[in-house]
T-cell receptor, first 113, second 113 residues
Framework: TAGITQAPTSQILAAGRSMTLRCTQD?????MYWYRQDLGLGLRLIHY???????GKGEVPDGYSVSRANTDDFPLTLASAVPSQTSVYFC????????????FGSGTRLTVV | KQEVTQIPAALSVPEGENLVLNCSFT??????LQWFRQDPGKGLTSLLL?????REQTSGRLNASLDKSSGRSTLYIAASQPGDSATYLC????????????FGKGTLLTVNP
């Protein structure tokens, strides 16, 4: 089934450690996104990429970095995790342009202790 | 700044009832609006995508309407079933460098057998 694959599905991480959340899509969408979902705050955009080789900051980019070496992959890296980064992280993609909807992955539940 | 509000935050109905979920947005300059469903601990599943030029979209028992000028959308669910129990999220795609998707905080629907 075409879509977005995220890994791992869940992770417990010690504060101060680094981690990369993986996201791969097979729909050849140009644009990809990372969101975090927190109770009471909803979904907030962390970083985005409109096309391979470009990235941009969303609402809550601090403490996170991304890269977009090719169309299919959009990893999210936490360089030095802090407890406030405990959240559920969703990767999404869409075709370029304003008329297209988003497709979401199943999420990564991250707990920083 | 675009803001999306969903009312009610939670709704409990008996099986078989028709129901309406509401979504409002502050900036009417949107490109499209998307309704998602999220089951507990799961990712987001797209239900309906309405372009700014459209008034409604239908899929099975679901009907979504859009009144862009007044900043409102409704999701109508006919003959509700216990399997419809989930959180329903409304999101609007607005202008900017990444055609940003802004989410409401969702309506938690419970359909009682």
């Amino acid at each position: 089934t075409a879509g977005i694959t995220q890994a791992p599905t869940s992770q417990i991480l010690a504060a101060g450690r680094s981690m990369t959340l993986r996201c791969t899509q097979d729909m050849r969408h140009n644009a990809m996104y990372w969101y975090r979902q927190d109770l009471g705050l909803g979904l907030r955009l962390i970083h985005y990429s409109n096309t391979a080789g470009t990235t941009g900051k969303g609402e809550v980019p601090d403490g996170y970095s991304v890269s977009r070496a090719n169309t299919d992959d959009f990893p999210l890296t936490l360089a030095s995790a802090v407890p406030s980064q405990t959240s559920v992280y969703f990767c999404a993609s869409s075709d370029s342009g304003r008329d297209y909807g988003y497709t979401f992955g199943s999420g990564t539940r991250l707990t920083v202790v | 700044k675009q803001e999306v509000t969903q009312i009610p935050a939670a709704l409990s109905v008996p099986e078989g009832e028709n129901l309406v979920l509401n979504c409002s947005f502050t900036d009417s300059a949107i490109y499209n609006l998307q309704w998602f469903r999220q089951d507990p601990g799961k990712g987001l599943t797209s239900l309906l995508l309405i372009q700014s030029s459209q008034r409604e979209q239908t899929s099975g028992r679901l009907n979504a309407s859009l009144d862009k000028s007044s900043g409102r959308s409704t999701l109508y669910i006919a003959a509700s079933q216990p399997g419809d129990s989930a959180t329903y999220l409304c999101a609007v795609r607005s202008g900017g460098s990444n055609y940003k998707l802004t989410f409401g905080k969702g309506t938690l629907l419970t359909v009682n057998p």
